[in-house]
């Protein structure tokens, strides 16, 4: 980061006002640095919501059935999972602040290609890809986040997540209006990365620069067998449960809703809307809710919002009592991956991109595995015993958060 110096003022101006002046300077650009790293947390969630936007226009244009277009779709978590063991090394070999810009405009362009295929295995070798990258800079902009995060003395990191959630909103409306002016996918990704590459050029010199002291001092190797800092492993578990949460809300909201509520079909996407709807806010007002009750507080009481959301749309069905079970589920999940992740870079004995790595993995793996988790269990019983099993990992994020020593 650039250093600011006002020596020259002493002449003419009073030291005082000189400490003042410095003071203004460098909260106004500590703002900079921080609406830069929104900005990029942005602009993964922008590529992200834009791909999964135009998924059914792309399963039209290749007439894929059902099954195939599941199948292709799985392309993208594989991508993601085979990255995860080197991606801290490459972080830490390059720089967090480096792969995050390089990461963001690959990501961007290969979103592009995305609207290419015009055979089904393009598509699945295209996601696989966009998968593959997205962990790299998935690592580089968390472990960014939390070197900023460094920079303040009060919680920030929910923010940044916020900003990726808004971004979700922001990338639905752009893709009604594309289709509404029937662009195609491709043109529409073409837009989105020249939205990127403007977002990038305006806003990387304010990106933080830092190195790793704990990457620096050890030449680490991330081994899930022989994990330096046993506490990424509880942390890993609560994101786990966090994820497994979030993944059954994004994939089985709406059926939920179509099957279970029998809501109308105008009515159905209301269930999936309302819990985005509060995991956004609730993200935007978690850097206030840490800081006036600390972490412990708020993740012991976002396990219990979690699963007081699932146990309520389980016990009451309809339509009413649904969309407010699914904004408490909502409101529950958005305060416990920035929670988490924060705790994570505060790791001494791991470095950060490692430790994320080490995280996320294990967190990640909910999110890929929870929703098959739902279909199997229901496919055995009924959707409601499966919204009820999940209902258990809120309960788990409380207990762990309150036996376990890991926050304030």
Same mark, same amino acid.
């Given at each position: 980061m650039?250093?600011?110096?006002? %020596?020259?003022?002493?002449?003419?101006?009073?030291?005082?006002?000189?400490?003042?002046?410095?003071?203004?300077a460098?909260?106004?650009?500590? $703002? $900079?640095?921080?609406?830069a790293?929104?900005?990029?947390?942005?602009?993964?969630?922008?590529?992200?919501s834009t791909?999964?936007?135009?998924?059914p226009d792309?399963k039209s244009? &290749?007439?894929l059935s059902?099954a195939? =277009?599941?199948?292709l779709? +799985?392309?993208?978590?594989?991508?993601?999972?085979?990255?995860m063991?080197?991606?801290?090394?490459?972080?830490? $070999?390059?720089?967090? $602040?480096?792969?995050t810009?390089?990461g963001? =405009?690959?990501?961007?362009?290969? &979103?592009?290609?995305l609207?290419l295929?015009t055979?089904a295995w393009q598509?699945?070798?295209g #996601?696989f890809?966009?998968?593959?990258?997205?962990?790299?800079f998935n690592?580089a902009l968390?472990?960014?986040?939390?070197?900023?995060?460094?920079l303040?003395?009060?919680? *920030?990191?929910?923010?940044?997540?916020g900003s990726?959630?808004?971004?979700?909103?922001?990338?639905?409306? &752009?893709?009604?209006?594309m289709?509404? =002016?029937e662009?195609?996918?491709?043109?529409h990704f073409v837009l989105?990365?020249? &939205?990127i590459?403007?977002l990038v050029?305006?806003?990387?010199k304010?990106?933080?620069?830092?190195s790793?002291?704990?990457a620096?001092?050890v030449?680490?190797?991330?081994?899930?067998?022989?994990i330096?800092d046993?506490?990424?492993?509880?942390?890993g578990?609560?994101?786990?449960?966090?994820?497994a949460?979030?993944?059954?809300m994004?994939?089985?909201?709406?059926?939920?809703?179509?099957?279970?509520?029998?809501?109308?079909?105008?009515?159905?996407?209301? /269930?999936?809307?309302?819990?985005?709807?509060?995991? @956004?806010i609730?993200?935007?007002?978690?850097d206030?809710?840490? /800081?006036?009750?600390?972490?412990r507080?708020v =993740?012991?009481?976002s396990?219990?919002?979690?699963?007081?959301?699932?146990?309520?749309a389980?016990?009451?069905?309809?339509?009413?009592v649904c969309?407010?079970?699914?904004?408490?589920?909502?409101f %529950?999940?958005?305060?416990?991956?920035?929670i988490? +992740?924060?705790?994570? /870079?505060?790791?001494?004995?791991?470095?950060t991109?490692?430790?994320?790595? *080490?995280?996320s993995?294990?967190?990640?793996?909910?999110?890929?595995?929870?929703?098959?988790?739902?279909?199997?269990?229901?496919?055995l019983?009924?959707?409601?015993?499966?919204?009820a099993f999940?209902?258990?990992?809120g #309960?788990?994020?409380? @207990?762990?958060?309150? %036996?376990?020593?890991?926050?304030k």
């Amino acid at each position: 980061m650039p250093l600011i110096n006002y %020596g020259f003022l002493e002449k003419i101006i009073p030291k005082a006002k000189i400490k003042k002046s410095f003071k203004n300077a460098k909260g106004s650009y500590l $703002r $900079r640095v921080r609406l830069a790293t929104a900005l990029f947390f942005f602009g993964m969630g922008l590529c992200f919501s834009t791909w999964a936007s135009r998924i059914p226009d792309l399963k039209s244009i &290749l007439q894929l059935s059902e099954a195939d =277009l599941g199948a292709l779709l +799985f392309a993208l978590p594989i991508g993601q999972m085979l990255a995860m063991p080197i991606s801290g090394k490459v972080v830490n $070999r390059f720089g967090s $602040r480096q792969i995050t810009i390089f990461g963001l =405009l690959t990501y961007a362009l290969l &979103l592009t290609f995305l609207g290419l295929p015009t055979k089904a295995w393009q598509l699945g070798l295209g #996601l696989f890809i966009f998968g593959f990258f997205n962990n790299f800079f998935n690592i580089a902009l968390n472990t960014l986040g939390v070197h900023t995060q460094q920079l303040f003395d009060k919680p *920030i990191m929910g923010s940044f997540h916020g900003s990726w959630s808004l971004a979700g909103f922001c990338g639905a409306l &752009l893709a009604l209006i594309m289709v509404a =002016l029937e662009f195609s996918p491709f043109q529409h990704f073409v837009l989105v990365f020249i &939205l990127i590459l403007i977002l990038v050029v305006f806003n990387y010199k304010y990106l933080v620069k830092t190195s790793d002291k704990k990457a620096e001092e050890v030449h680490e190797k991330v081994s899930f067998f022989h994990i330096k800092d046993t506490s990424l492993i509880w942390l890993g578990i609560i994101s786990f449960c966090c994820m497994a949460s979030e993944g059954i809300m994004f994939d089985w909201s709406g059926v939920y809703f179509k099957e279970i509520v029998k809501a109308p079909s105008s009515l159905v996407v209301l /269930g999936y809307t309302s819990f985005m709807v509060t995991m @956004a806010i609730g993200r935007f007002l978690s850097d206030v809710l840490v /800081g006036k009750f600390g972490p412990r507080k708020v =993740l012991l009481a976002s396990g219990i919002t979690i699963s007081s959301g699932l146990y309520l749309a389980v016990l009451f069905p309809n339509l009413i009592v649904c969309t407010l079970a699914f904004m408490l589920v909502g409101f %529950g999940v958005s305060n416990v991956i920035p929670i988490v +992740f924060n705790a994570t /870079g505060n790791s001494t004995k791991v470095s950060t991109s490692n430790a994320l790595t *080490i995280v996320s993995s294990i967190g990640f793996t909910g999110f890929l595995i929870g929703p098959p988790i739902i279909g199997y269990i229901a496919e055995l019983t009924n959707l409601q015993y499966s919204f009820a099993f999940i209902g258990v990992f809120g #309960l788990l994020i409380s @207990a762990l958060t309150y %036996g376990l020593k890991l926050f304030k």
